[in-house]
C-alpha cells in the first residue's frame, strides 16, 4: 500500500476516534454547543491530534535511522575478521549424462538452444479435453516394450512410467560405462578379508516422479538395481552400492546429495554420488492430471501453463578431485542454495521474485563473490509463464551485465516441463558450458511451482587441478 494511503485511512481513523470521543463527551454533560465548538472540536482537534501522530512517527522513524547508521561504525572489525574466512565448500562434478528429445548430451543441447529448435510441437497421440493437440516434447524412438517386459508389474507405472525408465536406461548405461573405466579404484584388495569393501563406493540418490504411486517407485527402485548389477563389469562392484530413492522434488534430490557429500567430507570418505532423476508426461493419464491441475498449456484457456516433456539426466559429484585423463574436464559446483516461494508461481496476483533474489544474494555471499562477476547464466525456465518473469526480475535486479541472448541461455523453450529433472539438468547443462569458457555461471532452478534452486559454477584454477599422471 503506497504511503499517503495510508496517510488517509490513519487521518480517517483519527478523525472517528475524536468525534465519538467529543460527542460521548458533549452527550455525557449537556451544553449548549455553538458554531465555534464544531469548528473547533470537530475540524481543527482531529487535524491537530493526526499531526501530532504523524510528527511523532517521523521521530521515531528518524531515530531508528540514526541508529542504524552508527551501526557501521563497528562492522569494519568483523570485516577484517571475516576477510580471512575460508571460502565455503565445493563440490567437483565429474560428469554429467543426459537422454532429451532435443539432444543426447549436454553440448548438443546447447547447441540445439541457441539455435533455437526444435521446440516441443503439436504431438500425434496426445490430445486435451477440446480435442485439440498437445504441444509436448516427445523423444521419437523409446523401447518402452524392452522396459515393461523386466518388471514383474509394469502396469503400475503406466505408459509415461516406461517412457521415463526408458530415457533413465541410457544415462544409466553411460555413467556406468564412464566408472568402468577406472575399475582399478573399486577393486577390493587382494589381500582384505572376505565380504571387505572397496576402497571406493558410488553413493546412488534417484528421484522418481511424486505422482508415481509407492508400488511403481518400488518397482522402479528394483529395476535400477537390477540395471546396475547387470552394467556392473569386472572390477566394478555395483553390490556394494548403496542406492536411495530421494521423494520430494529435484530440489530436494540435490539438498540430499549436498548433506550426503558433507558428511562424506566430515568422515574423509572419497566416496562418489550419483545423482538421477527422469520424467515423462506423454500419456493420456498424465495429460488428464495436468488438465484437473489445470497446469497443461492451452492456448485459449491456459496460455501460462507447462507443455509436457520426458528424459532423464545424471550427475557424478565428488568431494575431492579425482586424476582424470587430458580429455576429461572437472567443474566446481558451489554447495546449492535452496528456497521455496510462498505462493506457487502460478497463483492470481503479481509475479514477486523475491524469494529467489535473496538465494541468490545469499549464495554469492557465502561464495564471497560479487554479482559482476558471474558471466553466464543457464535456467530451466521457459519464456511465457510466470517463472520467466521471475527470472528476468533477479537477473535485471541482480546481474544487469549479461546480455539476454549472447551471456543467458533459457531451457525450457526446448525441453519442456521435466518435473523433478530440471534441477538436475540446469546443472548438467551449466556444467558443460563451463568448459566452454563461460565462468563463473549461475544456475537457477524455477521449473517448480515452488521450490528453488541456485548454485555458481566455475572452473578449477589450475593450482588445484588434479595431475592426469597421479
Not at 535456467?379 to 509463464?385: E, G, Y
Request: charged share 20%.
Amino acid at each position: 500500500m503506497k504511503s499517503w494511503i495510508k496517510g488517509l485511512a490513519l487521518g480517517v481513523a483519527v478523525t472517528c476516534v475524536v468525534w465519538i470521543g467529543v460527542l460521548w463527551h458533549w452527550r455525557s454533560h449537556p451544553q449548549d454547543v455553538g458554531v465555534r465548538d464544531l469548528w473547533l472540536y470537530l475540524g481543527l482537534l482531529p487535524l491537530v491530534v493526526w499531526g501530532l501522530l504523524l510528527a511523532g512517527r517521523w521521530a521515531l522513524t528518524r531515530a531508528w535511522q540514526k541508529q542504524a547508521g552508527a551501526a557501521p561504525a563497528v562492522e569494519p572489525a568483523a570485516v577484517a575478521a571475516s576477510e580471512s574466512a575460508p571460502v565455503a565448500a565445493r563440490w567437483w562434478l565429474l560428469g554429467q549424462w543426459l537422454q532429451l528429445p532435443a539432444a543426447q548430451d549436454a553440448a548438443g543441447l546447447l547447441e540445439t538452444v541457441e539455435a533455437g529448435s526444435p521446440r516441443p510441437s503439436p504431438d500425434a497421440e496426445l490430445r486435451d479435453d477440446d480435442g485439440l493437440p498437445v504441444l509436448a516434447a516427445r523423444t521419437a524412438t523409446l523401447d518402452t516394450e524392452a522396459i515393461a517386459a523386466e518388471l514383474p508389474q509394469a502396469a503400475h507405472l503406466g505408459q509415461a512410467g516406461l517412457r521415463a525408465l526408458a530415457s533413465l536406461q541410457p544415462v544409466v548405461e553411460s555413467a556406468l560405462g564412464t566408472l568402468q573405466q577406472w575399475s582399478d579404484r573399486w577393486a577390493v584388495p587382494d589381500t582384505a578379508p572376505g565380504g571387505a569393501l572397496p576402497a571406493h563406493r558410488v553413493r546412488v540418490l534417484v528421484h522418481w516422479p511424486a505422482h508415481w504411486s509407492e508400488a511403481a517407485q518400488t518397482q522402479a527402485l528394483q529395476w535400477l538395481r537390477a540395471q546396475l548389477d547387470r552394467l556392473g563389469a569386472a572390477g566394478l562392484p555395483t553390490k556394494h552400492w548403496p542406492v536411495q530413492a530421494v521423494p520430494g522434488d529435484g530440489v530436494s534430490l540435490l539438498m540430499q546429495a549436498d548433506k550426503l557429500l558433507e558428511t562424506l567430507t566430515r568422515q574423509a570418505c572419497n566416496d562418489l554420488v550419483l545423482t538421477l532423476a527422469c520424467h515423462s508426461d506423454l500419456d493420456s493419464a498424465a495429460i488428464d492430471r495436468l488438465l484437473r491441475e489445470r497446469a497443461l498449456f492451452q492456448s485459449q484457456r491456459q496460455p501460462r501453463g507447462v507443455m509436457p516433456g520426458e528424459g532423464a539426466v545424471g550427475l557424478l559429484w565428488a568431494t575431492q578431485p579425482w586424476p582424470l585423463a587430458d580429455d576429461e574436464a572437472m567443474t566446481l559446483c558451489s554447495r546449492p542454495q535452496a528456497t521455496h516461494r510462498e505462493q506457487p508461481v502460478d497463483a492470481a496476483g503479481r509475479t514477486r521474485a523475491r524469494e529467489l533474489t535473496r538465494a541468490v544474494d545469499e549464495l554469492l555471499t557465502r561464495q564471497q563473490q560479487t554479482a559482476e562477476q558471474i558471466c553466464a547464466l543457464v535456467s530451466d525456465s521457459d519464456q511465457h509463464t510466470a517463472r520467466a518473469t521471475e527470472l528476468f526480475a533477479v537477473s535485471l535486479g541482480r546481474l544487469p551485465q549479461l546480455d539476454p541472448a549472447e551471456d543467458m541461455r533459457l531451457l525450457g523453450p526446448i525441453v519442456g516441463h521435466l518435473g523433478g529433472v530440471a534441477p538436475l539438468l540446469t546443472l548438467a547443462v551449466g556444467a558443460d558450458w563451463v568448459t566452454q569458457g563461460h565462468a563463473p555461471l549461475l544456475a537457477v532452478s524455477v521449473g517448480d511451482r515452488q521450490a528453488r534452486l541456485v548454485a555458481c559454477l566455475d572452473r578449477p584454477e589450475p593450482a588445484t587441478s588434479p595431475d592426469a599422471s597421479a
